[in-house]
């Protein structure tokens, strides 16, 4: 399985963007998916994840009511809306996916920076 996200960006605070996150390779064993992101010296986070189906597992507190988690199977890709941004939401965000064989994949990673 391969990831690649994409539609990271500058942006001021307030601001949006739509991340995506498209899966190659061995799909059919992909389960759940997520987001995570890692703060310059801070540990990897969670921000959202996804069941197959398209059902939203959890968010991050600090994400709560301005993300948004989505999955289109058809295209392999999972999305991450993310509307009223703020400065420390600033960081690196990786996608992941689960297999069925509890396998672990992460993307390369797509760099958010919002500016106050």
């Known amino acids: 399985v391969q990831l690649v996200e994409s539609g990271g960006g500058l942006v001021q605070a307030g601001e949006s963007l739509r991340l995506s996150c498209a899966a190659s390779g061995s799909t059919s064993r992909i389960n759940n998916m997520g987001w995570y992101r890692q ?3 801070k540990q990897r986070e969670l ?3 996804i069941t197959k189906s398209g059902s939203p597992i959890n968010y991050a507190d600090s994400v ?3 993300f ?3 999955r289109d ?3 392999n890709t999972i ?3 993310m509307n ?3 400065p420390e939401d600033t960081a690196v965000y990786y996608c ?4 069925y064989y509890i396998t672990v994949h992460w993307g390369q990673g797509t760099q958010v920076t919002v500016s106050s």
Do not use: C, E, M, W
């Open 47 to 49: 921000v959202a994840t």
């Open 84 to 86: 009223s941004l703020k």
């Open 79 to 81: 999305y991450l809306q």
């Open 68 to 70: 948004t988690i989505s």
């Open 39 to 41: 703060a310059p010296g």
């Open 96 to 99: 992941r996916a689960d297999t």
């Open 73 to 75: 199977n058809a295209k």
């Open 64 to 66: 709560k009511g301005r």
